[in-house]
């Protein structure tokens, strides 16, 4: 089988929008699964190279040298470098990372090539390509990088950008070393506003400041908290790079996911928002861009309003400007504007765009789609448009075959339903169909030019293929319930099998004359995982062979069937019933079962068979013996991963398979064991997904998950003979079936073409065997009909009996009545029922249970946290009459280490006490009692709680003792320990309470059943409160579900219910008993009226019995016995009533004694409780005191912790410059040794050169001196090397490179200058020629020598400038070394002072504290704190000086007083003068009219009002009288309007009519006006003498009318002569 080695890849076909490379200016480079395509970009011609085992990974290219590196998919890749286009290997790049690398770059000039590498190792490397060694690494774990690249003007500045980080680096060399030094670019948030960015600040010092408002919660949260810069600046959001290109300026641009364009530049290290979709505009602060925003309001190609979300996933310089694409399919070319970019041009794609790529003139650029379109564009042109370079499609593929009987199209299936047709010779794609339906397998028939697609949906579409160009569905049906498979063909070109998992595989008939006809199915239990058939022409010519492969729930099977190839001519006995199954004993059907799973089978001969173990990857032949068993004769290995499919060469000697690790692997059938494996699909994206043969098996055809589509063909160039006569027997075995098959595929064709096209897929309900099913079915109905009538009625006819007899046994009694399952007919339907009903309601018992059992476990969850985990239990008390609850202190259990860790603090603070006792010991005087409370209370202020107070034996450490953690940590636990005593302390006193409680009610209980006794007696209906404990109190029944809680009828099983019913028979049988003959209730019921002891007060209730004489005799019938007798009967019935009345009163009595002593015993009781509360208020303010006192120490703690962590993290970076500055120091020691070094090689050189001009003048010694010194200015003379100009066709080529810049080489021009003095022109003509030669060897010497010089010249300079470098980071180092030194030292004098200034809780009484308080809380930061002593001595002075200024101001209020009154006087009499002032004023100027004179002389004014009241009432009347006058004639007027209007309306019509004609009329004057302008010329003379007259007319009236106004002037001057004047006095 080594002839497969010899198989060549002809052709691959696929493209997922991978990365695309120029290597030349029309060769474009594409991955395309396990190989790479290059793609002449003007032919369209392609040509493809297959690597190795491995897939291909990153890969770049290097267009220069025309080299191509790719990096292997591989545990411990390696990089190749090939050659262009002779694919020659060039170097190999080893042992540079573990995984992969996720890209590559070559340096712009050099040998150089800088790899990237991910997880798990992270390096970036540099490599010298031509030797395959490393140069330099550094490691980049903390910002990973996915994306390298070169500046394309300086190969020492390189770009790294990752998910979330963005670094610059520089290439540092010394001699033959070389170094990366990276940094990393601070990236702007995702709401940046345009504009520069802004450098971050440092925060390693910055001050901490606590919160004021102190909790439990933020202590707990406060130590999770990042206090450094850089883990603080690591968390923010940033924004996400996701593409970048170096741009000219040594600036690079930087694209990000959600639509930020940057702009970063080396020179000046300043980063620039250019675009940002979320930029937040009000946060900007800048003028010039406030100012560049409001003029972009009236752009549209702004970019800033333009480009959004996934728009700058691909961007590429250009000398116009930035081309940037994405997600939404918009290749947009932007301005190169820093300050605010616009879309200069747009080209819409209409798909997702994943990469770009220029061509190395720069003149095209090409975009990739990963829906399998390229796109090209050149930009220089004007109005550029999008061309499509290709479109392959995209997608995976699920199937390929070619197209009979040629072989010279290839046609393939996407699992999205696009069907493409190739050319096999030159990989064109012919044409492309979409199905618009899932696929799931494809086949093409070998009896006609057409093609068997199988849908998911389980419909067969049928292609016809007779113009590759245009191909049509010329048939559709639904042969399955699920997803077609398997679609395989007999060799006879007759029969059609497909699979599913429906459990049926069909037979159909592939030949258009039968309209593709279903013949027949075989069922199969499982799923059918494989399908192959065979067909022995020169053996059996009418037979074929069948074997199915299939798994179910009890294994995998092989199913083996012979069936007839003219199976449409088959008698009845062929199948089993009328939906057309097969007879098993027709096909000869055998059923064998393996002991693996195959995934897949085929056949090499009727019972030997290949399959694959999908387990164990094993390839195993075995053979179907005749009683039904499997027998294996060969188990060979196969694929790397699990699964897989086998397939049988055409001729029946070749076994080819494939799986999921994208190889193909061939063997003979006689020689299983040898195989060849070939690499083809990537097994990263689901690897090789189907295998075909050509029918004359020169070619094999190969497609993937991957979306490829390969071709191989065999090299018979590199075939030996034996080799060659097994692959062309492959093609004398086809020779043979392409005759047989021939007339048929010529009638196929014919009837194909004449076939109707079908416009689309429609959807179907029913498959073919669901419709014969129904078919058959309606035959049976139309065949017994009668029958099926006659037993509908019967049916119907018992039903009527079987309910009347129901309705009957409903009436009788109950005892003769039959269970109603007693009518059922159908038995088994009943018990069907009865059954699922079981079944429903066991699943809702086991879901009831298992939320019981989750209820369960929760209860015991809190259980044992809110109650076995507590040592006292809360506990409320409640008022009797009232709504006051006052609760206990809930106490938890202490662990076992919590008791540990208080007796150890108890421990450590006695002895600490017993030590301060033996040092300080030391009796205290007796003070005054004032002086002792005043000690007292001094001690609680500073102690910080009132705890002494009810706890005297609380320890604690002095507050002003408190620096180190330890000590607060165990003063932490000294608090807790007195807050566990203060609340156990309340307890005590809460529970003494209780018990009262608990007391009372139980005497409060006695009294009320007294008092029912006396209502009872007293015959009252009042109601009895009686006291009882509320659930609030008595949280134990918290824990207890009582019966009336329950809502539901308790469920009782058959055990249960039995018992029940046994025990109420008992009881029954009991009370039965005792309901008997009982002699001792019978006599004390007769004897004693069933009491055993008679009270005096049920005597009093008894009522006295008449005698007969007075209910039957009136009084005066009495005798005189009976009148005695009448009278001792009242008397003793007045005795009755008397005694009653007694009992009642003192029945009363008691009932009011009782229910003021339960008042009072209540009333006390809450008093106690009243007290406990208050109690509890003093107890709860000291408790906080406490906690407030942890809060702060807790605080203090992580403040301290702060401080400490803030050290050891500064100390860190300390010691990392401390090895940097030891690192540069020896960097510096070692290049300064190498200068030393080049400096003794540079003096070496220089002596060499000094004794070659020497050795010059001793070589031409034999010349005369005016030779000799001809021949030393000659030796001397040294050309002028001028640039040379780039040539017009280069300049031409490059001009649209924004990156070229031609690089010659200086010594290269100055070997040309001199090669060019060495010519027999600048020869001396006195010189020999043999002379001139020895001048010319000697003075090459001498050239060369001074070029030595010169390299070593240069080699020192570089040489200082990398020092000078050195020396420059070795002081940047020092500096921060310093820098950090002062941050560190500052940072531990704060951790000083904080340890020294400690912080104390006081308490202070109401009015102790003067500071005023904030909205939420009071600061103190700038409070004091003084002594009482002090308050109060200067108290004391203030009130003295207080009252003598109040002295002093009675005084003076005293004195201002009269002043006041003094000043009040005199205003009250200047007011009173001003008052008669103005009334002599008013009655001097009172003007006399005649209404004021009449009033003045008439006598009887009101008389003379009520006339004039009456003229006015006449009047009133008689304008009412003329406005309806008027008003009437207003109507009429308004009436003969309104005709009016409707007249000049009709006039305007007619006005409307005249005024077109006159319109045109006046058109037509115009025209003749025009036409006689020169007649016009008099008319405007005259016309303009008419306006200046009545200019002059308007002047005229104009200073008329202002001597009109002045003579009214004067007029009303001399009227107002006329009037008296009465003369004012002041």
């Known amino acids: 089988m080594n002839c497969f080695n010899k198989l060549d890849l002809a052709w691959s076909q696929g493209y997922d929008g991978q990365r695309l490379k120029f290597i030349d200016k029309k060769t474009v480079i594409s991955v395309c699964g396990c190989m790479m395509k290059f793609i002449d970009t003007t032919t369209g011609k392609e040509k493809s190279h297959r690597s190795g085992i491995n897939p291909y990974g990153a890969f770049t290219v290097n267009p220069a040298s025309d080299l191509i590196a790719y990096a292997e998919k591989k545990l411990n890749p390696s990089i190749q470098i090939i050659t262009f286009p002779e694919f020659e290997p060039s170097g190999v790049l080893k042992d540079g990372c573990m995984m992969e690398y996720v890209d590559i770059a070559f340096a712009p000039t050099g040998t150089y090539i800088l790899t990237c590498s991910s997880l798990p190792d992270f390096k970036l490397s540099l490599w010298d390509y031509s030797s395959g060694t490393m140069l330099t690494t550094v490691n980049v774990k903390s910002h990973p990088g996915n994306s390298i690249s070169f500046n394309p003007l300086n190969w020492k500045q390189i770009s790294v950008t990752g998910d979330q980080s963005f670094h610059i680096g520089s290439i540092e060399t010394s001699n033959e070393k070389y170094g990366i030094k990276l940094s990393t670019i601070d990236l702007p948030d995702p709401t940046a506003v345009l504009g520069p960015v802004a450098e971050q600040k440092d925060i390693y010092l910055k001050k901490f400041v606590p919160s004021p408002i102190l909790t439990a919660e933020s202590v707990k949260i406060a130590s999770t908290l990042s206090p450094l810069h850089n883990k603080y600046?690591?968390?923010?959001?940033?924004?996400?790079?996701?593409?970048?290109?170096?741009?000219?300026?040594?600036?690079?641009?930087?694209?990000?996911?959600?639509?930020?364009?940057?702009?970063?530049?080396?020179?000046?290290?300043?980063?620039?928002?250019?675009?940002?979709?979320?930029?937040?505009?009000?946060?900007?602060?800048?003028?010039?861009?406030?100012?560049?925003?409001?003029?972009?309001?009236?752009?549209?190609?702004?970019?800033?309003?333009?480009?959004?979300?996934?728009?700058?996933?691909?961007?590429?310089?250009?000398?116009?400007?930035?081309?940037?694409?994405?997600?939404?399919?918009?290749?947009?070319?932007?301005?190169?504007?820093?300050?605010?970019?616009?879309?200069?041009?747009?080209?819409?794609?209409?798909?997702?765009?994943?990469?770009?790529?220029?061509?190395?003139?720069?003149?095209?650029?090409?975009?990739?789609?990963?829906?399998?379109?390229?796109?090209?564009?050149?930009?220089?042109?004007?109005?550029?448009?999008?061309?499509?370079?290709?479109?392959?499609?995209?997608?995976?593929?699920?199937?390929?075959?070619?197209?009979?009987?040629?072989?010279?199209?290839?046609?393939?299936?996407?699992?999205?339903?696009?069907?493409?047709?190739?050319?096999?010779?030159?990989?064109?794609?012919?044409?492309?169909?979409?199905?618009?339906?899932?696929?799931?397998?494809?086949?093409?028939?070998?009896?006609?030019?057409?093609?068997?697609?199988?849908?998911?949906?389980?419909?067969?579409?049928?292609?016809?293929?007779?113009?590759?160009?245009?191909?049509?569905?010329?048939?559709?049906?639904?042969?399955?319930?699920?997803?077609?498979?398997?679609?395989?063909?007999?060799?006879?070109?007759?029969?059609?099998?497909?699979?599913?998992?429906?459990?049926?595989?069909?037979?159909?008939?592939?030949?258009?004359?039968?309209?593709?006809?279903?013949?027949?199915?075989?069922?199969?239990?499982?799923?059918?995982?494989?399908?192959?058939?065979?067909?022995?022409?020169?053996?059996?010519?009418?037979?074929?062979?069948?074997?199915?492969?299939?798994?179910?729930?009890?294994?995998?099977?092989?199913?083996?069937?012979?069936?007839?190839?003219?199976?449409?001519?088959?008698?009845?006995?062929?199948?089993?019933?009328?939906?057309?199954?097969?007879?098993?004993?027709?096909?000869?059907?055998?059923?064998?079962?393996?002991?693996?799973?195959?995934?897949?089978?085929?056949?090499?001969?009727?019972?030997?068979?290949?399959?694959?173990?999908?387990?164990?990857?094993?390839?195993?032949?075995?053979?179907?013996?005749?009683?039904?068993?499997?027998?294996?004769?060969?188990?060979?290995?196969?694929?790397?991963?699990?699964?897989?499919?086998?397939?049988?060469?055409?001729?029946?000697?070749?076994?080819?398979?494939?799986?999921?690790?994208?190889?193909?692997?061939?063997?003979?059938?006689?020689?299983?064991?040898?195989?060849?494996?070939?690499?083809?699909?990537?097994?990263?994206?689901?690897?090789?997904?189907?295998?075909?043969?050509?029918?004359?098996?020169?070619?094999?055809?190969?497609?993937?998950?991957?979306?490829?589509?390969?071709?191989?063909?065999?090299?018979?160039?590199?075939?030996?003979?034996?080799?060659?006569?097994?692959?062309?027997?492959?093609?004398?075995?086809?020779?043979?079936?392409?005759?047989?098959?021939?007339?048929?595929?010529?009638?196929?064709?014919?009837?194909?073409?004449?076939?109707?096209?079908?416009?689309a897929l429609k959807s179907q309900d029913k498959t073919w065997l669901e419709k014969v099913q129904a078919g058959v079915q309606e035959l049976k109905d139309k065949t017994f009909e009668p029958q099926i009538d006659e037993l509908k009625k019967s049916i119907s006819d018992l039903r009527a009996t079987v309910l009347g007899m129901i309705e009957t046994n409903g009436n009788v009694d109950d005892i003769e009545q039959l269970k109603r399952h007693e009518f059922t007919l159908d038995v088994d339907e009943r018990q069907r029922l009865l059954n699922e009903g079981d079944d429903e309601i066991e699943s809702i018992k086991e879901s009831v249970e298992l939320e019981n059992l989750a209820m369960l476990f929760l209860k015991e969850l809190i259980k044992k946290e809110c109650w076995d985990g507590m040592e006292v239990v809360g506990r409320s008390l409640v008022l009797f009459s009232g709504d006051l609850e006052v609760s206990n202190f809930s106490i938890k259990k202490r662990t076992e280490a919590e008791r540990a860790e208080v007796e150890r603090v108890l421990g450590v603070y006695a002895h600490e006490k017993l030590e301060e006792e033996e040092v300080e010991f030391a009796p205290k005087p007796k003070d005054d009692e004032g002086e002792h409370e005043e000690e007292q209370e001094v001690s609680a202020s500073l102690y910080g709680s009132h705890a002494k107070k009810f706890y005297a034996k609380s320890i604690q450490h002095s507050q002003f003792n408190l620096h180190s953690n330890q000590r607060k940590r165990d003063q932490i636990e000294l608090i807790k320990h007195t807050i566990v005593h203060l609340k156990n302390t309340f307890n005590k006193e809460f529970d003494d309470v209780y018990m009262s409680k608990k007391q009372e009610i139980t005497r409060v209980a006695e009294r009320v059943d007294r008092i029912k006794q006396i209502l009872i007696d007293l015959k009252s209906e009042d109601d009895v409160v009686i006291p009882a404990f509320k659930k609030i109190e008595i949280p134990e029944s918290f824990l207890v579900v009582e019966d009336s809680e329950i809502k539901?009828?308790?469920?009782?099983?058959?055990?249960?219910?039995?018992?029940?019913?046994?025990?109420?028979?008992?009881?029954?049988?009991?009370?039965?008993?005792?309901?008997?003959?009982?002699?001792?209730?019978?006599?004390?019921?007769?004897?004693?009226?069933?009491?055993?002891?008679?009270?005096?007060?049920?005597?009093?209730?008894?009522?006295?019995?008449?005698p007969d004489f007075m209910l039957a005799k009136t009084e005066a019938q009495w005798s005189e016995e009976e009148h005695k007798v009448a009278k001792e009967f009242e008397k003793k019935e007045k005795h009755l009533m008397e005694e009653r009345e007694k009992y009642r009163k003192a029945l009363e009595a008691e009932l009011k004694k009782l229910q003021t002593a339960n008042a009072e015993g209540m009333n006390s009781f809450d008093e106690k409780l009243n007290r406990l509360f208050k109690l509890k208020i003093e107890y709860q303010k000291t408790l906080n005191q406490e906690e407030l006192k942890i809060v702060r120490l807790s605080r203090s703690i992580y403040q301290q912790d702060y401080l400490e962590d803030c050290d050891s993290e500064l100390s860190k970076p300390l010691e990392e410059f401390k090895q940097l500055k030891l690192r540069t120091q020896e960097e510096v020691a070692e290049i300064k040794r190498s200068i030393d070094k080049l400096r003794d090689e540079h003096e070496i050189v220089l002596q060499e050169d000094r004794a070659i001009e020497k050795q010059f003048k001793k070589d031409f010694v034999d010349l005369d001196a005016f030779t000799l010194e001809m021949l030393v200015k000659l030796y001397k003379r040294r050309p002028k090397v001028v640039k040379q100009k780039p040539q017009n066709n280069e300049t031409t080529s490059r001009s649209s490179n924004p990156f070229y810049v031609k690089v010659e080489d200086p010594d290269k021009l100055f070997l040309e200058a001199m090669s060019e003095l060495d010519s027999d022109i600048h020869k001396p003509e006195i010189l020999e020629i043999d002379i001139w030669e020895r001048f010319i060897d000697a003075r090459h010497i001498k050239v060369e020598s001074e070029l030595k010089v010169k390299h070593h010249n240069q080699k020192i300079q570089d040489l200082n400038g990398f020092l000078q470098r050195k020396l420059e980071e070795d002081e940047v180092v020092k500096t921060k070394i310093e820098k950090t030194f002062?941050?560190?030292?500052?940072?531990?004098?704060?951790?000083?002072?904080?340890?020294?200034?400690?912080?104390?809780?006081?308490?202070?009484?109401?009015?102790?504290?003067?500071?005023?308080?904030?909205?939420?809380?009071?600061?103190?930061?700038?409070?004091?704190?003084?002594?009482?002593?002090?308050?109060?001595?200067?108290?004391?002075?203030?009130?003295?000086?207080?009252?003598?200024?109040?002295?002093?101001?009675?005084?003076?209020?005293?004195?201002?007083?009269?002043?006041?009154?003094?000043?009040?006087?005199?205003?009250?009499?200047?007011?009173?003068?001003?008052?008669?002032?103005?009334?002599?004023?008013?009655?001097?100027?009172?003007?006399?009219?005649?209404?004021?004179?009449?009033?003045?002389?008439?006598?009887?004014?009101?008389?003379?009002m009520q006339k004039e009241i009456q003229t006015l009432e006449k009047t009133i009347k008689l304008n009412e009288n003329m406005h309806q006058r008027k008003s009437l004639d207003k109507k009429r007027i308004l009436d003969r309007l309104n005709r009016l209007i409707k007249e000049k309306e009709l006039e305007c019509a007619i006005l409307d009519a005249e005024l077109k004609e006159l319109a045109v009329s006046l058109v037509e004057r115009q025209q003749i006006s025009e036409a006689c302008v020169d007649d016009l010329v008099p008319a405007a003379d005259q016309r303009m003498k008419d306006i200046v007259a009545r200019r002059k007319l308007v002047d005229l009236a104009k200073s008329q009318s202002q001597e009109v106004a002045v003579l009214r002037a004067e007029v009303e001057r001399l009227r107002m002569k006329t009037f008296p004047a009465l003369v004012q006095h002041n």
């Open 233 to 759: 600046k690591d968390k923010l959001k940033k924004v996400a790079p996701v593409s970048h290109c170096w741009a000219v300026g040594n600036c690079v641009y930087v694209g990000c996911t959600d639509g930020q364009l940057l702009h970063y530049d080396t020179t000046s290290s300043t980063m620039s928002v250019l675009t940002n979709p979320l930029a937040n505009s009000k946060g900007s602060s800048n003028t010039d861009l406030k100012i560049k925003e409001e003029d972009e309001d009236d752009k549209l190609d702004s970019a800033q309003k333009i480009l959004g979300k996934g728009d700058l996933e691909t961007i590429e310089y250009y000398q116009d400007g930035l081309f940037v694409c994405g997600a939404n399919g918009k290749l947009r070319l932007l301005s190169l504007d820093i300050v605010s970019p616009d879309v200069l041009d747009c080209w819409d794609t209409k798909s997702v765009i994943s990469s770009l790529a220029w061509s190395t003139a720069y003149d095209k650029i090409l975009l990739g789609s990963p829906n399998g379109i390229v796109f090209s564009l050149f930009p220089s042109n004007k109005n550029a448009d999008l061309n499509t370079l290709f479109n392959v499609k995209c997608g995976p593929m699920v199937g390929v075959d070619f197209v009979s009987p040629t072989n010279s199209q290839i046609i393939s299936c996407r699992k999205n339903g696009i069907v493409q047709v190739w050319s096999a010779e030159t990989a064109a794609q012919l044409s492309s169909l979409q199905l618009g339906s899932e696929v799931a397998s494809l086949a093409c028939c070998q009896s006609s030019r057409s093609a068997f697609i199988g849908l998911s949906s389980g419909q067969l579409v049928v292609l016809d293929l007779n113009t590759p160009e245009s191909p049509r569905i010329i048939f559709e049906d639904k042969i399955h319930r699920g997803s077609i498979q398997h679609i395989t063909f007999d060799m006879s070109g007759k029969l059609l099998f497909t699979g599913s998992n429906d459990g049926h595989v069909i037979i159909l008939d592939t030949r258009a004359s039968n309209k593709f006809k279903c013949l027949g199915h075989i069922d199969i239990k499982g799923e059918v995982t494989g399908i192959a058939s065979l067909h022995q022409l020169k053996v059996e010519k009418e037979w074929c062979y069948l074997a199915i492969s299939s798994v179910n729930d009890k294994g995998s099977f092989i199913t083996h069937a012979k069936i007839p190839v003219d199976l449409h001519l088959q008698p009845k006995e062929a199948f089993d019933d009328d939906t057309f199954h097969m007879d098993p004993n027709f096909i000869v059907r055998t059923d064998a079962q393996l002991d693996f799973v195959a995934s897949s089978v085929a056949m090499v001969s009727p019972r030997n068979m290949v399959t694959v173990d999908a387990a164990k990857k094993k390839v195993v032949v075995f053979n179907l013996t005749n009683d039904g068993k499997i027998a294996v004769t060969e188990k060979v290995n196969g694929h790397l991963l699990k699964g897989g499919s086998v397939v049988i060469s055409p001729h029946g000697k070749w076994i080819g398979s494939f799986s999921a690790d994208g190889q193909i692997i061939f063997r003979s059938v006689e020689d299983a064991q040898n195989s060849v494996s070939i690499p083809c699909h990537s097994h990263f994206l689901g690897g090789t997904s189907f295998l075909k043969f050509a029918n004359d098996g020169q070619q094999v055809l190969s497609c993937g998950k991957d979306g490829v589509i390969a071709l191989w063909k065999w090299n018979y160039d590199s075939l030996v003979t034996e080799e060659k006569a097994i692959v062309l027997g492959a093609v004398d075995a086809s020779r043979g079936r392409y005759a047989s098959l021939l007339g048929l595929r010529k009638e196929q064709d014919a009837v194909l073409q004449n076939m109707t096209a079908l416009s």
């Open 1382 to 1504: 002062q941050h560190l030292n500052e940072l531990r004098d704060r951790k000083l002072k904080f340890l020294m200034n400690l912080e104390i809780q006081l308490l202070l009484k109401q009015g102790q504290v003067e500071v005023d308080p904030g909205v939420f809380s009071t600061k103190f930061d700038n409070a004091l704190l003084i002594h009482r002593s002090v308050i109060e001595d200067l108290n004391s002075q203030i009130v003295t000086l207080g009252e003598g200024k109040v002295s002093a101001m009675i005084d003076c209020k005293d004195y201002y007083k009269n002043i006041h009154l003094l000043e009040w006087e005199h205003e009250k009499m200047q007011m009173e003068a001003e008052d008669l002032n103005s009334k002599t004023r008013d009655v001097q100027t009172l003007r006399v009219t005649k209404e004021l004179q009449v009033f003045l002389f008439e006598e009887n004014n009101a008389q003379r």
């Open 1048 to 1106: 539901f009828e308790k469920y009782l099983t058959p055990e249960q219910q039995a018992a029940q019913v046994e025990k109420e028979r008992l009881e029954a049988e009991k009370k039965r008993l005792e309901e008997a003959d009982n002699a001792r209730e019978r006599a004390l019921n007769t004897m004693m009226h069933g009491k055993l002891e008679i009270r005096p007060e049920d005597e009093l209730q008894k009522d006295l019995e008449k």
